[in-house]
């Protein structure tokens, strides 16, 4: 079966996980780092197990990957990447901004995405080669010039560059109309995609995350690369996703920050 083919089950999947978190959202959360984590065990574990079981019926012969923090992609053969809920904290809290991410993986890139976010009624799609799709709908980048650009970005769980990543803040504060977090990175890196987000930018490793909004970026005709222009792989310690209008003044931005990685 081909990824175009394979698209509307593992929209399907997606939509059934979003509405099994909905429905088991935890009606208190404690005040602790222990309870916090515990009560979201009770919706992650179960509905990342509904995941893996529904996605390997539909494809027995691709393989999972376990980790949702330092996730490492194979060069060969397929893997599925997934998060059953991305937004933890925003989920947690009660607020609308999290969603479904399902990524297939052939050869080392992404070539399948779908995220589903339920309470943004947001469905973002792409299949290699195909575009990009928000609510069935083919989507582009925006065509601004980095002086009007909203910028967005955020922190992987590990950051080994938290002093970059705030200098970098502070530049792109410096040209561009707006700098928002607007919730998963993954949702941000695609709405990238569809124009409503300018430019997302990031340090660190965050694999899991990047994945399934850099082919939607990607699709939706956005350049994708590291902070140095290189394109973006799942290796990676850096991540731009930007309309190609501004993105060559995204990275003259931040690469003026090359000097200060142990300064800043």
């Given at each position: 079966?081909g990824?175009?083919?394979?698209l ?19 009606a ?5 780092v222990?309870?916090v984590?515990e ?11 509904l ?8 494809r ?12 490492v992609?194979a ?11 991305d937004g ?15 990524t ?19 469905l973002?799609?792409a ?10 709908r ?9 002086s009007a650009?909203?910028?967005?970005t955020?922190q992987?769980?590990?950051n ?6 705030g200098?970098?803040?502070t530049?792109?504060?410096r040209?561009?109309?707006a700098?928002?977090n607007?919730g998963?990175?993954?949702?941000q ?8 987000v ?32 290189d ?5 990676s310690?850096?991540?731009v ?9 995204v990275l003259?931005?931040l690469n ?5 990685r142990?300064s800043?």
């Open positions: 079966m990824y175009r083919e394979l509307p089950q593992v929209i399907g999947i997606a939509r059934q996980v979003g509405a099994y978190v909905q429905e088991h959202r935890p208190a959360v404690g005040a602790s222990a309870s984590m009560a979201f065990g009770t919706v992650d574990g179960p509905a990342g197990e995941l893996r079981e529904r996605l390997g019926a539909l027995p012969q691709s393989a999972w990957s376990p980790d949702e923090i330092g996730t992609v060069d060969h053969g397929e893997t599925w990447v997934c998060d059953a809920v933890a904290v925003q989920f947690l809290q009660g607020l609308p901004h999290w969603g479904v991410t399902i297939l993986i052939a050869g080392g890139e992404p070539v399948l995405a779908v995220l589903w976010a339920p309470q943004l009624d947001a973002y799609t299949v290699k080669g195909g575009g990009a799709h928000l609510n069935g083919r989507v582009r980048t925006s065509a601004k010039r980095l650009a909203l910028a967005c955020s992987p769980p590990y080994l560059e938290p002093e970059r990543a200098a970098s803040l530049a792109m504060l040209h561009t109309l700098v928002r607007l998963p990175t993954a949702l890196v695609a709405q990238v995609g569809s124009g409503h300018d430019v997302f930018w990031e340090y660190g490793h965050d694999a899991n995350n990047l994945l399934s909004g850099s082919l939607i970026a990607r699709e939706g005709g956005a350049l994708v690369t590291d902070a140095d222009g394109p973006w792989t799942p290796a310690s850096t991540f996703a930007a309309a190609p209008t501004l993105h060559s003044d003259n931005v003026v920050l090359r000097g200060h142990g800043c």
